[in-house]
């Protein structure tokens, strides 16, 4: 064991990543009483809720994005890409697959129902998974693990890059590139090309603008954790990039409250520099008071990604019998909610974490590989 590697690791992205995830999950317990359209609805909505989740939307994947580029950092470490790409498969591809065909599926099924649609079983349904897209009016989604999917096109449509910079080559460029970031504000220059992508890609639709956005994000994350001095710059400017997003995001608030209408260019400012701030200011204040493990994030670390594979499915059983119920809103999102945390942590914990044949089609290791890997940096969806 290199102890040299023990200390690197970075409690502080292992919390962040937590701390997403969990947010997640509480976001889609929330989706069935907003005003958006979701897989289940409620007839009863919260505007108040609705303005507070679409604040949770403009950032936390964002986070998670960015968090995620961290991951690929050590993820890579010295390995090559083709071991690299390897590995990628196992962690992603295995669940993404599994995740789609064995727990998607029921989400569709509980959703058409709740259309009015009828199948004598769940067994009559599951032929009717494959008829067509969900984009296309049909059935076949991986609806919320999207997100395994386009990590794992920004780790290929990335990696040329990520070698290059990993490369004798590339740390020259990193050094450069610290000088200018670890000036005073020099930070915020790193959300220019937040801005560009959105900016300039906008001619071929918000969908191809988004892809290359959260790569963008992706990008930022493995520059931001190359450095110590970048991440101490970061931590520095934690308190400032708390007052930048205040600024932006409370008057973008402010314009859609006051119908004032703001042009695109200028959401996309507000989108990359208010929430692109906020992204630092979690990032400086998780690295000055969350370098430290305990027992419940080394629980909780590994337990987040079979939750996030396993949570929504949940969820949205839930929703369809919660929804339809004569009782108070907030009541049904708390029974949601809890439902969720309650049956999802016993499915994880009593036939998922014990039992090696069942780990890898979550994304984990096998349980006598995690002593002899323990040594491995891994953040995000990586070794965990």
Not at 296 to 315: C, G, M, R, S
């Amino acid at each position: 064991m290199n102890p040299q590697i023990v200390k690197k690791r970075r409690h502080e992205l292992d919390w962040l990543r937590v701390f997403a995830f969990l947010l997640l999950i509480l976001f889609h317990a929330g989706m069935p009483f907003i005003t958006h359209d979701w897989h289940i609805n409620n007839a009863e909505t919260s505007i108040g809720m609705t303005h507070l989740w679409d604040f949770f939307h403009n950032w936390r994947m964002p986070l998670l994005f960015v968090v995620s580029g961290a991951g690929i950092w050590y993820a890579l470490g010295n390995r090559t890409g083709t071991a690299f790409v390897k590995e990628r498969m196992k962690r992603l591809l295995i669940p993404l697959v599994f995740g789609v065909f064995v727990i998607v599926a029921p989400q569709v099924y509980f959703e058409r129902m709740f259309e009015g649609q009828v199948f004598a079983s769940y067994l009559d349904f599951y032929p009717h998974f494959f008829d067509g897209n969900i984009f296309n009016g049909g059935n076949f989604t991986p609806n919320h693990l999207w997100f395994i999917y386009a990590l794992f096109f920004y780790c290929i449509a990335g990696l040329p890059l990520f070698l290059f910079l990993k490369s004798n080559y590339g740390k020259v460029l990193l050094n450069k590139l610290e000088v200018i970031i670890t000036k005073p504000m020099g930070i915020y220059l790193m959300l220019l090309p937040l801005y560009l992508s959105l900016t300039y890609l906008k001619p071929y639709g918000m969908e191809y603008v988004f892809e290359y956005y959260h790569l963008v994000l992706v990008v930022i994350g493995f520059i931001l954790v190359s450095k110590d001095e970048i991440m101490e710059s970061i931590q520095s400017h934690r308190l400032l990039s708390v007052i930048i997003a205040a600024i932006f995001i409370g008057y973008s608030k402010h314009a859609e409250l006051n119908s004032i209408n703001l042009s695109l260019d200028n959401i996309y400012f507000i989108t990359s520099l208010g929430y692109g701030s906020l992204i630092f200011a979690f990032l400086g204040y998780a690295r000055r008071y969350l370098n430290f493990s305990n027992s419940f994030l080394k629980y909780t670390n590994e337990a987040v990604y079979p939750f996030y594979i396993l949570h929504q499915t949940i969820t949205v059983i839930l929703a369809f019998y919660i929804v339809p119920l004569e009782m108070n809103m907030w009541l049904k999102f708390l029974l949601t909610s809890l439902g969720t945390a309650v049956f999802t942590l016993a499915i994880y914990h009593y036939l998922i974490k014990p039992f090696n044949l069942i780990r890898p089609l979550f994304g984990l290791n096998k349980l006598k590989q995690i002593k002899q890997e323990s040594y491995e940096i891994a953040l995000c969806i990586d070794k965990n």
